[in-house]
């Protein structure tokens, strides 16, 4: 199973949401200059629908998909009144499924790792999310909710799949293809390269569906994975899905060891080269990031990091485009 490439579907339903608002797409000569390229193009998902990221596209689309089919002339505050979406979550992932749940009159319960920073948390509970700390590890803390969702008849909206579960993650990202649609509308010729950073893959996959169906083989796709967690490197490696080995990473959104299932089939059609960038490797880009006027994480800004390293096949006639995922943590 692949992920799906068209974006129609979202943008029709996104059309009917007053938070919804195209994110800019902006060139930034200085940072081209830096990275010795002829163009940058950078799709800024800070302010996404006032959710700090990318993922206000996925698990809200997914819960407004499931309210719509439920009853179309329904009032949306209490279309899935009774309704409990519960989810592990390195931070962001969790505020979409906060928001979408709080919308649509549901209920979220959203697991977190104890190394989930505190202020993802805090933001959590704002929208009305009740959290729940469990395990070391993204994975862990996975095996919670899902234990949770069986116990108390939950639903399990993960942006992550495996065999057996993949009707809400394959919504989930479909919801991203919106991203890669406004970036199609908004720039002026497909770029000859897209970094594009992955954790459990969902983003990427998404996105190099859409830029596969609207651009073709142009652009050369690149995977950008913490080298402490690259699960989709060693999956495409050894031909099957596996989970990788390591520390954990200062690239907390990013630092999933076992890929989806469904973006991984995607990403093994779809993608060119896959890449890992180091802990000093994404400290010191994001510091200079900062310093050319684009706040955000580790993890937010991994693609553009290992642009900043030097990656091979990238020469100085090379149009790059990459996404800045999300804010600041302490936004």
């Given at each position: 199973?692949?992920?799906?490439?068209?974006?129609?579907?979202?943008?029709?339903?996104?059309?009917?949401?007053?938070?919804?608002?195209?994110?800019?797409?902006?060139?930034?000569?200085?940072?081209?200059?830096?990275?010795?390229?002829?163009?940058?193009?950078?799709?800024?998902?800070?302010?996404?629908?006032?959710?700090?990221?990318?993922?206000?596209?996925?698990?809200?689309?997914?819960?407004?998909?499931?309210?719509?089919?439920?009853?179309?002339?329904?009032?949306?505050?209490?279309?899935?009144?009774?309704?409990?979406?519960?989810?592990?979550?390195?931070?962001?992932?969790?505020?979409?499924?906060?928001?979408?749940?709080?919308?649509?009159?549901?209920?979220?319960?959203?697991?977190?790792?104890?190394?989930?920073?505190?202020?993802?948390?805090?933001?959590?509970?704002?929208?009305?999310?009740?959290?729940?700390?469990?395990?070391?590890?993204?994975?862990?803390?996975?095996?919670?909710?899902?234990?949770?969702?069986?116990?108390?008849?939950w639903a399990l909206l993960s942006d992550s799949s495996w065999p057996g579960y993949s009707e809400l993650p394959m919504a989930v990202m479909e919801g991203y293809l919106q991203l890669?649609?406004?970036?199609?509308?908004?720039?002026?010729?497909?770029?000859?390269?897209?970094?594009?950073?992955?954790?459990?893959?969902?983003?990427?996959?998404?996105?190099?569906?859409?830029?596969?169906?609207?651009?073709?083989?142009?652009?050369?796709?690149?995977?950008?994975?913490?080298?402490?967690?690259?699960?989709?490197?060693?999956?495409?490696?050894?031909?099957?899905?596996?989970?990788?080995?390591?520390?954990?990473?200062?690239?907390?959104?990013?630092?999933?060891?076992?890929?989806?299932?469904?973006?991984?089939?995607?990403?093994?059609?779809?993608?060119?080269?896959?890449?890992?960038?180091?802990?000093?490797?994404?400290?010191?880009?994001?510091?200079?990031?900062?310093?050319?006027?684009?706040?955000?994480?580790?993890?937010?800004?991994?693609?553009?990091?290992?642009?900043?390293?030097?990656?091979?096949?990238?020469?100085?006639?090379?149009?790059?485009?990459?996404?800045?995922?999300?804010?600041?943590?302490?936004?």
């Open positions: 199973m692949s992920p799906r490439s068209d974006a129609a579907a979202v943008a029709r339903l996104l059309s009917l949401c007053p938070a919804h608002a195209v994110t800019p797409c902006e060139e930034l000569p200085g940072l081209a200059a830096r990275a010795g390229i002829a163009r940058l193009h950078v799709k800024d998902e800070r302010n996404r629908m006032g959710l700090g990221s990318f993922k206000a596209l996925g698990a809200s689309f997914a819960i407004a998909q499931e309210a719509a089919r439920k009853d179309p002339s329904a009032d949306w505050g209490t279309a899935l009144q009774g309704r409990t979406y519960v989810t592990a979550s390195a931070g962001n992932h969790g505020m979409s499924v906060a928001a979408g749940a709080r919308v649509f009159g549901a209920r979220a319960v959203i697991y977190l790792a104890e190394t989930v920073p505190e202020a993802f948390a805090i933001r959590l509970r704002a929208r009305g999310a009740t959290v729940v700390r469990a395990g070391a590890t993204y994975e862990e803390s996975m095996t919670a909710a899902a234990d949770a969702a069986r116990r108390n008849g890669a649609a406004e970036v199609v509308a908004q720039m002026d010729a497909p770029p000859s390269h897209i970094l594009l950073q992955a954790g459990v893959g969902g983003l990427a996959a998404a996105v190099a569906a859409h830029v596969r169906f609207a651009w073709g083989d142009t652009p050369v796709i690149i995977v950008v994975e913490p080298s402490v967690a690259a699960a989709l490197m060693e999956s495409i490696r050894a031909g099957r899905l596996v989970t990788a080995a390591g520390p954990s990473s200062c690239m907390g959104r990013l630092d999933c060891k076992t890929p989806s299932e469904i973006a991984l089939a995607g990403l093994s059609r779809d993608a060119d080269l896959f890449v890992t960038i180091t802990e000093d490797e994404a400290a010191a880009g994001i510091a200079e990031l900062a310093e050319h006027g684009v706040a955000t994480t580790p993890s937010g800004g991994a693609g553009l990091a290992a642009l900043l390293c030097g990656l091979p096949g990238i020469g100085p006639d090379a149009s790059v485009l990459a996404i800045v995922s999300e804010g600041p943590e302490d936004a």
